[in-house]
């Protein structure tokens, strides 16, 4: 049998895959086949809410409590907002700086750039290259309000949905969706005013979406900067991920995240095809002329250029 | 001559053709050629900002500052926390009311959903439409947060961004990218206490981008429930469009935007292809199989399909 394409406790290399793997450098792809084939092992949990809902101090209490359970952990920040990638407290960054120490765990952030899908396709590669290192847990920290932010979170087995009081009026700005996909509700800052009413709240627009009867997703209460609640919560995740296991979801899961990965890929290397294609400079600087001058418009352009896309051998 | 399509006096007809347009109906496509004939006359305003920010009041001063100067006002709010399109408090509500009794106004919001790239497709063509059906002004508010967003974003001539004191830490969690294409910075609620350091804030993050010599976005003060700073506001909105028609700036902002929608159609194009050939529903199913059961992986799928691929005629 071959060595194992990666190891856990090669965080050089790790590191290094990663970039590749974000950047979306030649021979990417190759990487990633290795990968795939690693991978399936880790427990993915998504952790996405609004920003200043203390997501990257719950993320921080959460690596804590897994690693009291010998648990090894990698985390993706996908999170302008994120302590992790960026905006940090300078008593955040002690915190990360003494967890990075630690070498069961691994912390990384994504930046939130490129254009349609690009994030959300390198986002979801990086995740499988860390489930291929070998990580027990992998918290993947987004903010949840834009398309891309939800694509990513959809690679999660478990997903919590971080709010705080007092941004109660903010729950209708969420993304449409994001109430659908969240496992966990997670009211943080509960010591606050108005947690009783954000709980009320969340459990009043649970009861008006369609019965998922499988599955009921609790509301557990959090002060993440004390620490208070998380012995609940990693209680619940636990049960989320039990239940994951011992029905077909988990498996249902994975395959759908592997056809939501094709799908990203084919649309990455269509919009790259279409630029060296009927996209190319020359070309597209004509039919921009051509539909400012009204000799032409977007709309007939595209159905002549996707009459003349075929499938070879599908056909 | 023909009649023209559209005509700003029919709404019920204009609001017909932009369900069609927003459901991507079929018969959608010829309606929009039609609509791109007649369009380009409109002068397109983009309003954005996090939730909380205040846009819809500002759109709301915005619209009546265009009516007092006879210009008639379309409005389209890409936003789910938007008082025109939902979360609306009882005083917004009766305001809205009133400016849907003025003829000169139509006000329309569009759903914040569907896949990659469906919302920002479908908005560019609800503006298209709106534009013509010959009004003078299109307001287009939308929360600047996601990628989706800021696509919609990218299609007005005139880009206002909406930030209020006490979210200064926010301007990190914007999407990367909002700083660029704001045309008009607002400081919405500068009554409040911090009004002046986060202007000072914007100053210093404009100064650190690259400097763009031929516009200074800059920065006005408002506090849009009490229509103060409005005036200035509407002048220096006035100077961007002198700026964008005496400069070769708005042909080239309509020539990328009609770029822009030619790819957003194809890639709504292509993955409507993709479902009927190599991602159809057994085809998919048995894909997914193979990648749960490592027999395949979703990057030697995407390399198949790929390969496949290719545009008659254009080789």
């Given at each position: 049998m071959n060595p194992p394409f990666l190891c856990r406790s090669d965080a050089r290399r790790i590191a290094r895959v990663l970039s590749q793997v974000e950047n979306r450098s030649p021979g990417?792809?190759?990487?990633?086949?290795?990968?795939?084939?690693?991978?399936?092992?880790?427990?993915?949990?998504?952790?996405?809410?609004?920003?200043?809902?203390?997501?990257?101090?719950?993320?921080?209490?959460?690596?804590?409590?897994?690693?009291?359970?010998?648990?090894?952990?990698?985390?993706l920040a996908v999170d302008p907002s994120s302590s992790f990638s960026g905006g940090a407290l300078l008593g955040d960054r002690i915190r990360m700086m003494e967890m990075s120490l630690d070498e069961g765990v691994f912390i990384r952030s994504a930046a939130t750039r490129g254009s349609m899908g690009g994030l959300s396709a390198a986002a979801g590669d990086m995740i499988t290259v860390m489930d291929a290192a070998g990580f027990d847990v992998?918290?993947?920290?987004?903010?949840?309000?834009?398309?891309?932010?939800?694509?990513?979170?959809?690679?999660?087995?478990?997903?919590?949905?971080?709010?705080?009081?007092?941004?109660?009026?903010?729950?209708?700005?969420?993304?449409?969706?994001i109430m659908e996909i969240a496992d966990i509700f997670v009211v943080n800052k509960a010591d606050k005013e108005g947690a009783e009413k954000l709980e009320r709240e969340i459990v009043y627009i649970l009861g008006l979406s369609p019965v998922r009867k499988e599955w009921?997703?609790?509301?557990?209460?959090?002060v993440a900067s004390k620490n208070d609640g998380m012995g609940a919560l990693?209680?619940?995740l636990a049960e989320h991920h039990r239940f994951l296991r011992y029905t077909a979801f988990l498996r249902e899961k994975r395959k759908q995240r592997g056809a939501?990965?094709?799908?990203?890929?084919?649309?990455?290397?269509?919009?790259?095809?279409?630029?060296?294609?009927?996209?190319?400079?020359?070309?597209?600087?004509?039919?921009?002329?051509?539909?400012?001058?009204?000799?032409s418009d977007p709309y007939s352009a595209a159905e002549e250029i996707l009459d003349d896309l075929s499938w070879e051998g599908t056909e």
């Open positions: 990417c792809a190759s990487l990633m086949k290795e990968c795939w084939k690693q991978a399936g092992g880790a427990w993915i949990i998504g952790i996405t809410g609004p920003p200043g809902a203390g997501k990257s101090t719950l993320t921080s209490s959460l690596i804590r409590k897994f690693r009291e359970e010998g648990k090894t952990v990698g985390v992998i918290l993947v920290e987004t903010v949840g309000v834009g398309q891309d932010e939800i694509d990513i979170i959809r690679e999660a087995d478990s997903v919590i949905l971080v709010l705080v009081p007092g941004l109660g009026d903010d729950i209708q700005a969420l993304k449409a969706g009921t997703p609790p509301v557990v209460k959090t990693a209680e619940k939501e990965k094709l799908r990203k890929l084919l649309l990455e290397g269509i919009e790259k095809k279409l630029k060296k294609g009927p996209l190319a400079v020359g070309e597209e600087e004509k039919l921009k002329e051509d539909f400012v001058g009204k000799r």
